[in-house]
């Protein structure tokens, strides 16, 4: 009977597999920026945990680069970085929301449908590549838009965090139908994940 080996899923990963393990890493140290934020009021935290969603999305081109180029493809790489793309470009982008203000009832659903979206989209693209690749190795299109677009939306709250337009000031102010908080600058939350759930073709490079 054979032993099992120690670290034997460690020895499993490719080498782009470690910068996707880098793009989830990334993700994780942009939660903890805002918590931080969300502590000290100190701006600049805001400012790293949209740094640390940019260099994942860094990571995140790398890996796919790497592995094309080393023609290394995998179930189990696949998988990785769809749940490194979950953490860096879902629940990430919608703490930061959360963190420079959209703290009200009809924000929090907003913001949570945003994730359920991004992890809808990319649970339908691993079901899909197969079929979407046509029995080739390669995809040829995507189906919604991309979860790492979310980065967009991270730049636009860097760009309102470095203006001052973060909390109390944050832009489009609060409207309040039946006594709950909304935030109108998180309906482009709602706009993206409508995107990506959508059946959008564009073409992958």
Same mark, same amino acid.
């Given at each position: 009977?054979?032993?099992?080996?120690?670290?034997?899923?460690? *020895?499993?990963?490719?080498? +782009?597999?470690?910068?996707?393990?880098?793009?989830?890493?990334?993700?994780?140290?942009?939660?903890?920026?805002?918590?931080?934020?969300?502590?000290?009021?100190?701006?600049?935290?805001?400012?790293?945990?949209?740094?640390?969603?940019?260099?994942?999305?860094?990571?995140?081109?790398?890996?796919? *680069?790497? +592995?094309?180029?080393?023609?290394?493809?995998?179930?189990?790489?696949?998988?990785?970085?769809? &749940?490194?793309?979950?953490?860096?470009?879902?629940?990430?982008?919608?703490?930061?929301?959360?963190?420079?203000?959209?703290?009200?009832?009809?924000?929090?659903?907003?913001?949570?449908?945003?994730?359920?979206?991004?992890?809808?989209? &990319?649970? *339908?693209?691993?079901?899909?590549?197969?079929?979407?690749?046509?029995?080739?190795?390669?995809?040829?299109?995507?189906?919604?838009?991309?979860?790492?677009?979310?980065?967009?939306?991270?730049?636009?709250?860097?760009?309102?965090?470095?203006?001052?337009?973060?909390?109390?000031?944050?832009?489009?102010?609060?409207?309040?139908?039946?006594?709950?908080?909304?935030?109108?600058?998180?309906? &482009?939350?709602?706009?993206?994940?409508?995107?990506?759930?959508?059946?959008?073709?564009?073409?992958?490079?």
């Amino acid at each position: 009977m054979d032993r099992p080996k120690p670290f034997s899923l460690i *020895r499993d990963f490719h080498l +782009a597999d470690w910068f996707t393990l880098a793009n989830a890493a990334c993700g994780v140290g942009a939660l903890f920026s805002v918590m931080t934020y969300l502590q000290t009021d100190a701006v600049h935290h805001v400012y790293f945990a949209c740094a640390l969603v940019t260099a994942a999305m860094v990571f995140d081109v790398l890996d796919g *680069r790497i +592995a094309r180029g080393r023609q290394l493809h995998s179930v189990l790489g696949r998988e990785l970085d769809s &749940l490194a793309d979950v953490i860096s470009f879902g629940v990430a982008p919608a703490a930061i929301a959360y963190g420079c203000g959209m703290q009200g009832l009809y924000d929090r659903v907003v913001l949570v449908c945003f994730v359920a979206c991004g992890v809808s989209r &990319l649970a *339908r693209y691993n079901v899909t590549a197969e079929a979407l690749s046509a029995g080739g190795d390669k995809v040829r299109f995507f189906e919604g838009t991309p979860i790492p677009t979310s980065l967009v939306l991270v730049l636009m709250l860097a760009v309102a965090a470095w203006q001052g337009a973060i909390g109390p000031h944050l832009w489009f102010g609060v409207v309040e139908p039946l006594g709950f908080q909304l935030h109108p600058l998180v309906l &482009l939350f709602a706009v993206s994940g409508a995107l990506m759930v959508s059946r959008i073709r564009i073409p992958k490079p």
